[in-house]
């Protein structure tokens, strides 16, 4: 980040022009101001001045200042990489999206906002500044750009220490990689004391929310810091980066983490650079007379299918220009994109040729996967059945949660997703978790309670309210949140209290946001707290009118209340805000189920499942409603054409069975209770 100056400006402002979604941009100069002309928060042309750089390559954005102390980041960037690779140019950073003002997506929008989304890791003891009541910034920072203190420290800590850095800071520590005698992988001569320079780098580098400020470099990154774990939507079931997810998670995943690889192992974290050009990196530790060869790689030494990173590293692109490489550095598994569909490294290269072609290749190179090779891809079958909810997907994540050879982001994901069919088995499980040595994996096991009875947890979860990472704190008070007061003693209650406060703390961090703001409405209606609730949900909406879970969270409430009419109210309002949005739909459909008024209800309920095809839950209550109006084929179809797209959904084919013999069709209900699963749920 820097000030806009004609030394730090790339982008063409000579009256350059660019044309998106109807818009024409343009670009210019101004007594000595860079100046855009483009759509603005009310979706006509406007003139702003930039304020401030942000980035350099391959690309770089530009701060635009608005009332409240707020700066947006254009959606407009400059392309700084050399003209021959395509780039010199204006472009669009969502190319495949037409964000209209009032979107969220809209430059002007709350996801280009830089005081929240941006700040935070790209200056050095950045104050956010939000101001709830007001709704303003007063952003500050001691140096505009990341800076040796961002990542050591204060220095006076240093300086009055006699040069000594303290104990919480990132150091060096002792030992260093060689090749034991006749190995091919190197180790390292010493264990790695701690994750300490790991971690440091994570504050920045994880895909994450903060959830205390008083972070500093040295201390444990969940201390401060809630890290996203394998969820869906973020990753591959595999584990594969999807979404923009800063490295950390897809490292803490791979074989070089757990062996003791830090970052600054392969990256010079001062100059930015590698420590060593293309293979050379990875020749460090892993022998190039056996794995920088032909007969390992089987691709010609100097082509592309060469090196490392092409076929363990492959490249997500995102925003446009940039590619990312994966950090989990597995290996190209093709027979899993045939089982789930998970991408691989072979067709990412070779897009031409099709899923077997790759197979085959593998399978040529290196024969069958072996036992071995086939318990590792367990992981990926167990996530995938944890996110299908099959009837096989408990005892392959419970297996997942308790192989050591796993990383602990993943154990942690297979505990959470394990939150989907509670049982007795699976607590014990939850309850064995909570002494991992890996804050994840108590969290992971933390979130894995959500299922079970209230009163079951209290056991489990109450005595992590003395964890001393703050992610598991707060993780335990929001999982006892919904337990009866009345069953804790008066000294319970008081340090349930005080981790709850804790919790709050944590969602204020970011009020500015109404996803934090709708976790608290959350955490007090569990607390059987009303009143608190609709403060926070209608503080979220205040914040953002087009946030849907505020709104269908908020007539839930108002649902426990017997305020149906109430949220009757609240849902219009969000339809008017965000129209036919399938959520909303779906909850004023089942709303008018309990008013009676079926016709209407049906209206809802059917145009949710129809926005919605891959949310199964709302084909199977669409089905329901129709089952109880009497019209038994019509629910028997969406109930079909839900399978076609989620066949391996136990409670789809249940709820078919279940209609027919209703019906009086036994023969027809068969069919569905025998039917068999394609393999992985594919």
Not at 128 to 133: H, I, V
């Amino acid at each position: 980040m820097d000030t806009a100056t004609e030394r730090t400006v790339l982008g063409d402002f000579g009256d350059a022009t660019l044309t998106f979604a109807g818009v024409t941009s343009r670009f210019f100069r101004r007594d000595g101001a860079f100046l855009v002309e483009t759509d603005g928060p009310d979706g006509t042309l406007q003139e702003f001045e930039v304020a401030y750089t942000f980035g350099v390559e391959p690309l770089q954005q530009y701060l635009v200042p608005f009332p409240g102390g707020r700066f947006q980041a254009l959606s407009l960037a400059w392309d700084s990489r050399p003209a021959d690779e395509g780039g010199q140019r204006w472009f669009h950073l969502l190319p495949e999206d037409t964000p209209a003002a009032g979107d969220e997506l809209h430059w002007t929008g709350r996801t280009m906002n830089w005081n929240y989304m941006c700040a935070e890791c790209h200056s050095t003891n950045l104050d956010k500044g939000y101001d709830g009541a007001s709704g303003t910034y007063g952003t500050t920072w001691s140096e505009i750009d990341v800076s040796c203190e961002s990542c050591h420290g204060p220095g006076s800590l240093h300086a009055e220490d006699g040069g000594a850095w303290p104990e919480d800071a990132v150091a060096d520590v002792s030992g260093s990689w060689s090749f034991p005698e006749g190995a091919v992988i190197a180790e390292r001569t010493e264990t790695l004391p701690d994750r300490r320079q790991v971690e440091t780098c994570a504050h920045c580098h994880a895909r994450r929310s903060t959830i205390s400020e008083e972070w500093v470099p040295g201390r444990s990154v969940h201390d401060a810091d809630l890290v996203s774990l394998l969820e869906e939507g973020l990753y591959h079931a595999d584990g594969q980066i999807l979404d923009e997810v800063y490295v950390y998670g897809s490292f803490a995943q791979s074989r070089m983490y757990a062996a003791g690889v830090r970052c600054s192992d392969c990256h010079d974290p001062h100059s930015l650079e590698l420590k060593q050009p293309g293979n050379a990196v990875c020749a460090q530790c892993h022998l190039p007379s056996t794995f920088d060869t032909p007969d390992h790689h089987g691709h010609p030494s100097g082509s592309a299918g060469a090196e490392c990173a092409e076929c363990h590293m492959p490249a997500t692109t995102y925003m446009v220009v940039d590619p990312r490489r994966d950090h989990s550095m597995r290996v190209p598994r093709p027979h899993l994109t045939a089982e789930i569909g998970t991408p691989n490294a072979c067709n990412d290269c070779h897009a031409e040729e099709s899923v077997a072609w790759a197979v085959d290749a593998v399978e040529g190179w290196y024969g069958a996967p072996d036992a071995e090779d086939d318990r590792r891809m367990d992981a990926a079958r167990a996530l995938h059945a944890g996110r299908r909810r099959t009837s096989d997907a408990t005892p392959r994540l419970m297996a997942l949660a308790t192989d050591p050879t796993e990383g602990a982001i993943t154990r942690a994901t297979a505990l959470a997703l394990s939150a989907a069919a509670p049982s007795p088995s699976v607590l014990d499980r939850l309850t064995a978790a909570l002494a991992d040595p890996d804050p994840l994996v108590r969290r992971g096991a933390l979130a894995g309670l959500e299922s079970h009875a209230p009163e079951a947890r209290i056991p489990v979860a109450f005595p992590m309210l003395r964890d001393s990472i703050r992610s598991v704190r707060i993780e335990a008070a929001r999982a006892l949140a919904p337990v009866p007061p009345r069953l804790f003693s008066d000294d319970q209650r008081a340090l349930l209290q005080t981790v709850s406060d804790e919790y709050v703390a944590a969602q204020r961090v970011n009020e500015d946001h109404p996803g934090p703001l709708t976790n608290l409405g959350n955490f007090y209606m569990a607390r059987q707290m009303p009143f608190d609730a609709e403060m926070a949900y209608r503080q979220a909406i205040d914040l953002d009118p087009v946030f849907v879970p505020a709104y269908a969270n908020l007539a839930d409430l108002y649902r426990a209340m017997r305020r149906d009419r109430d949220g009757e109210a609240v849902l219009e309002q969000g339809l008017e805000a965000v129209p036919a949005h399938p959520t909303l739909l779906h909850a004023r459909g089942l709303l008018r189920v309990r008013l009676q008024q079926m016709d209407a209800a049906l209206a809802d309920l059917g145009a949710a499942a129809r926005a919605a095809p891959e949310e199964p839950r709302y084909a199977y209550v669409y089905a329901v409603a129709l089952n109880s109006a009497g019209e038994v084929d019509a629910a028997l179809e969406v109930i079909e054409e839900a399978l076609g797209r989620h066949p391996s959904d136990e409670s789809l084919r249940t709820l078919a069975a279940s209609i027919l013999r209703d019906a009086g069709r036994p023969e027809e209900a068969a069919r569905y209770e025998g039917r068999v699963q394609p393999p992985g749920g594919a």
